[in-house]
């Protein structure tokens, strides 16, 4: 299987940008607290770029590279993971890819850990480079807020002096 080189190797991270709702935190470090507070249900998206750090007299390109970002703990105790590929990456070359999460509903406000990790071999198949990134979102939660997740009415047409029934989801 050949050697992991953890901490990137030749793949480095060389930009984050994580939208929450209409608002885009760029340029993120790693560690970072993202700035935009998250709310039930929102959407966050994670952009991020990658780098094969091989020089032209290396010349090898980094192949099948993984990335899956994973918020800790954040659905009822259970994490969220979504993951993506980026394309085979010449000495050099960087291309970058998205990845989207929806906030549950049902969620405690605070802090949540997220995690980052690309991981590619090189052509030669001989060694895996992994890097891992960190950052943290915050969740805000409104103590007495109250949300209608469905609402159904039976039948559809209502006539006169017939039973309808209404049934009702709220969160």
Do not use: W
């Not at 052509?123 to 997740?149: D, F, P, S």
Request: with cysteine; glycine share 8%; net charge negative.
């Amino acid at each position: 299987f050949g050697n992991v080189i953890k901490g990137g190797g030749n793949l480095i991270i060389t930009d984050v940008d994580v939208k929450v709702g209409s608002k885009t935190d760029k340029n993120m470090d790693f560690g970072d607290k993202i700035k935009e507070e998250a709310k039930p249900g929102d959407t966050v998206k994670f952009t991020i770029q990658a780098e094969n750090n091989f020089t032209d007299d290396e010349g090898l390109e980094i192949e099948d590279i993984q990335v899956t970002v994973t918020i800790d703990s954040i659905d009822d105790d259970s994490d969220l993971e979504e993951d993506d590929t980026i394309k085979d990456l010449k000495d050099g070359k960087d291309d970058d890819v998205t990845i989207e999460f929806t906030i549950p509903l049902e969620v405690e406000g605070g802090d949540y850990d997220v995690l980052i990790v690309l991981e590619g071999e090189d052509e030669n198949g001989t060694i895996t480079h992994e890097v891992q990134y960190e950052l943290e979102l915050e969740v805000e939660k409104e103590n007495h807020e109250i949300r209608i997740v469905r609402s159904a009415l039976t039948p559809s047409t209502i006539k006169c002096q017939r039973t309808i029934s209404i049934n009702t989801e709220i969160i």
